[in-house]
């Protein structure tokens, strides 16, 4: 069980559009979910944190109108990267936790997208 | 400013040793929470243990074990009897309820040798 999905896991696009990355919990409900970001041969670091039915709460030196995070149900958290420009370019991570708001419960993780812009 | 430092960006070990993974932190809270992850060629993040920063006995998850020492702020990890399917990039990562903040360390890879 536990298992979290991400959809696609990889786009390429050209600079100015937008990208929808989308995370699923696909057998458990997630009321917390988070989004992260992987350069290559580096850390993960947090973008935000998202709970169902409200606002995604961003990390210092995210640009919440940059990423846009909807997280419209328990099974559902989307990231939208808007008007996309080359160093947007990167290894999206998404992760779900069962229970809780906080990091304290285990987060799953799913596969990653792979977004490149050109 | 919390912190999590991983001093060993490369490791390697021979299948069925084991090795040692070193992780420190820095925080001035007292209620916190320790974990490692591992991250294969897959990309996919795999939850390999964690520590509540209250309990004094050492996390074990079958071969893999830590050793918390609080007053040093380090959180090791021991792999005992490597196997390949080790092989990966192994992140530490710190979580505080106090801030409710997550950091993760910079990650070591590791390589094991048949």
């Known amino acids: 069980g536990a298992v979290v999905s991400q959809h696609p896991s990889w786009v390429i696009c050209k600079s100015g559009t937008s990208v929808k990355i989308e995370c699923r919990s696909l057998d458990f409900q997630a009321t917390t979910m988070f989004w992260y970001r992987q350069f290559p041969k580096q850390s993960l670091m947090l973008m935000a944190t998202?709970?169902?039915?409200?606002?995604?709460?961003?990390e210092q030196g995210v640009e919440k109108d940059k990423f846009l995070i909807n997280h419209a149900s328990l099974t559902l958290s989307t990231l939208t990267v808007t008007s996309a420009h080359p160093e947007d370019s990167s290894f999206y991570i998404c992760s779900a936790s069962r229970g809780g708001t906080g990091f304290q419960e285990t987060q799953y993780f799913g596969p990653g997208t792979r977004l490149l812009v050109l | 400013a919390q912190t999590v430092t991983q001093s060993q960006p490369e490791m390697s070990v021979q299948e069925a040793e084991t090795v040692t993974l070193s992780c420190t932190y820095d925080t001035s809270e007292s209620d916190y929470y320790l974990f490692w992850y591992k991250q294969p060629p897959s990309r996919q993040m795999i939850l390999v243990i964690r520590?509540?920063?209250?309990?004094?006995q050492n996390a074990t998850e079958n071969r893999f074990s830590v050793n918390f020492q609080k007053a040093a702020k380090s959180f090791s990890l021991k792999i005992s009897d490597s196997q390949l399917g080790d092989a990966a990039m192994y992140f530490c990562a710190y979580f505080s309820n106090t801030g409710n903040q997550f950091y993760f360390g910079t990650g070591t890879s590791l390589t094991v040798i048949p």
């Open positions: 998202s709970n169902e039915g409200s606002k995604a709460t961003y």
């Open positions: 520590q509540e920063a209250y309990k004094q």
